[in-house]
T-cell receptor
Framework: GNSVTQMEGPVTLSEEAFLTINCTYTATGYPSLFWYVQYPGEGLQLLLK?????DKGSNKGFEATYRKETTSFHLEKGSVQVSDSAVYFCALGGEYSSASKIIFGSGTRLSIRP | DSGVTQTPKHLITATGQRVTLRCSPRSGDLSVYWYQQSLDQGLQFLIQYYNGEERAKGNILERFSAQQFPDLHSELNLSSLELGDSALYFC?????????????FGPGTRLTVL
């Protein structure tokens, strides 16, 4: 079945460091790929998405490229801030036009030190 | 603020009881999704409704049921509650049910079963 695997956390970085959170997926068909972020005590927010191969999603300095050849959707940010501390979820969805449930990875907790 | 509202924010109840969680989607959105977030299972898709009809089913227990009303709000009913049902329950909505539609998440209802 379809699945998403993302790197285990927690990840702790210093402010202004470069961030990569790895995500790979297994799917049939042509899924859409998402990164969601969950700040402490809050619900999930869509961070970025890509709907087809080679698409790059970007938002708030974060980027991820849909790589069909490596079945990956790694999240990157050039310079993290303390306010980026949160749990990040890689997700797969929208494989079929008639049903768009999302399958989430296990989440990666990110902590940024001032 | 995603525009998706969920009530109540917190719910504490006893084993064997029944509870109802309510979700109001963003204005104009036709699809509603329910997800469960627990420490051991992570984020799991439960069920999707589109314009009043069930569209997709995930790992939803038989003790759980949902419906979407003509005004498009949705309710998730959990019965014969067990300790393991303690979790954060999220509702999400999207404009339609297409593969590229973005799902917007509510703040969640935290259920504690004692």
């Amino acid at each position: 079945g379809n699945s998403v695997t993302q790197m285990e956390g927690p990840v702790t970085l210093s402010e202004e460091a470069f961030l990569t959170i790895n995500c790979t997926y297994t799917a049939t068909g042509y899924p859409s790929l998402f990164w969601y972020v969950q700040y402490p005590g809050e619900g999930l927010q869509l961070l970025l998405k890509a709907t087809k191969a080679d698409d790059k999603g970007s938002n708030k300095g974060f980027e991820a490229t849909y790589r069909k050849e490596t079945t990956s959707f790694h999240l990157e940010k050039g310079s993290v801030q303390v306010s980026d501390s949160a749990v990040y979820f890689c997700a797969l969805g929208g494989e079929y036009s008639s049903a768009s449930k999302i399958i989430f990875g296990s989440g990666t907790r990110l902590s940024i030190r001032p | 603020d995603s525009g998706v509202t969920q009530t109540p924010k917190h719910l504490i109840t006893a084993t064997g009881q029944r509870v109802t969680l309510r979700c109001s989607p963003r204005s104009g959105d036709l699809s509603v999704y329910w997800y469960q977030q627990s420490l051991d299972q992570g984020l799991q898709f439960l069920i999707q409704y589109y314009n009043g009809e069930e569209r997709a089913k995930g790992n939803i227990l038989e003790r759980f049921s949902a419906q979407q009303f003509p005004d498009l709000h949705s309710e998730l009913n959990l019965s014969s509650l067990e300790l393991g049902d303690s979790a954060l329950y999220f509702c999400a909505s999207s404009a339609r049910a297409g593969r590229t539609d973005t799902q917007y998440f509510g703040p969640g209802t935290r259920l504690t079963v004692l």
